[in-house]
């Protein structure tokens, strides 16, 4: 997957219910949209609500005229859909991988890439994964579980990054437990100096990239990695609304939704930075 889902409501009410995600179940409302959000996923979603895929939860609640029940899920946005939706404490995630095949998935509303974080006084040059493979790139800053980890292999860099890699998340051992870097931590790594190249999927970075005192520069890898057994790899994917199975009423107000409220949802993608693709 792409994402590991990956203020106020204009004419309507935000509720916030902050839950352990332990099947705590509440009554459905058909005037309700129940959306499922990390507390520890910024960019996506944050504790303060301020996230992007906040922002556009709250437009297309906005636009479906429906209020919005946002429930902050105190775990990892990988667990939004076993501790939310299949718990029965939302129907809704936003920013799923299009054709999730867990549930119901909207008609997509924006495209991004994996990118390469470079410093700009580093000069950095390349748009294709195999690009990493340049003289002077050597330590790499990524998140756990995503395709990054395939391309440091491919280019045979994974081993070589490992102890580096580690120190990310003080040498916590993965075994038996999700252990992740925040987005933030791999950008900064970048922006100190430390790492000399971030590879990560855009929307994660934007923010991160913006907001650094250091210039960056963020680059969208244009190809994927074709596997020794001819599968490939896409490093570009499309976000959806993800909305439980047995809601399919909901997923047609959703849809209509994101398309009335699209230069609305592009506003916020712009205003966060994120680079975007056309539609396959």
């Known amino acids: 997957m792409a994402t590991l889902f990956r203020g106020a409501l204009i004419g309507g009410a935000v509720l916030a219910a902050a839950l352990p995600a332990t099947g705590q179940q509440t009554d459905a409302d058909p005037d309700t949209m129940r959306v499922c959000a990390s507390t520890k996923d910024a960019p996506y979603s944050t504790a303060d609500l301020d996230g992007f895929e906040n922002r556009i939860a709250e437009i297309i609640a906005d636009e479906a005229g429906l209020t919005l029940e946002m429930v902050q899920v105190e775990k990892d946005a990988i667990f939004l859909h076993r501790d939310g939706i299949e718990q029965d404490i939302c129907e809704v995630i936003i920013g799923v991988d299009e054709g999730d095949e867990r549930m119901l998935t909207s008609e997509p509303y924006y495209r991004s890439a994996y990118a390469f974080v ?14 990493i493979d340049q003289e002077g790139y050597d330590t790499f800053a990524y ?16 081993e070589y990054n490992l102890i580096y890699q580690a120190s990310l998340v003080d040498f916590e051992d993965r075994r038996n437990q999700y252990t992740q ?20 999927f855009a929307p994660e970075a934007a923010r991160f990239v913006k907001d650094s005192r250091e210039p960056l520069e963020m680059t969208l890898i244009t190809n ?5 057994d001819g599968l490939v790899i896409p490093l570009q994917y499309s976000q959806s609304v993800g909305v439980a199975d047995d809601s399919p009423e909901l997923l047609e107000k959703i849809d209509a939704a994101l398309e009335s409220g699209s230069a609305r949802i592009r506003a916020v993608l712009e205003e966060e930075g994120i680079p975007t693709l056309p539609m396959n």
């Open 181 to 200: 870097v925040p987005a933030e931590r791999v950008v900064d790594e970048v922006s100190s100096g430390k790492a000399d190249l971030g590879i990560l």
């Open 224 to 228: 994927g990695i074709e596997r020794s």
């Open 118 to 131: 470079a410093r700009q006084d580093r000069g950095f040059e390349g748009h294709t994964w195999q690009d």
């Open 143 to 158: 998140r756990y579980h995503s395709p990054a980890e395939t391309i440091l292999k491919y280019s045979g860099r994974y």
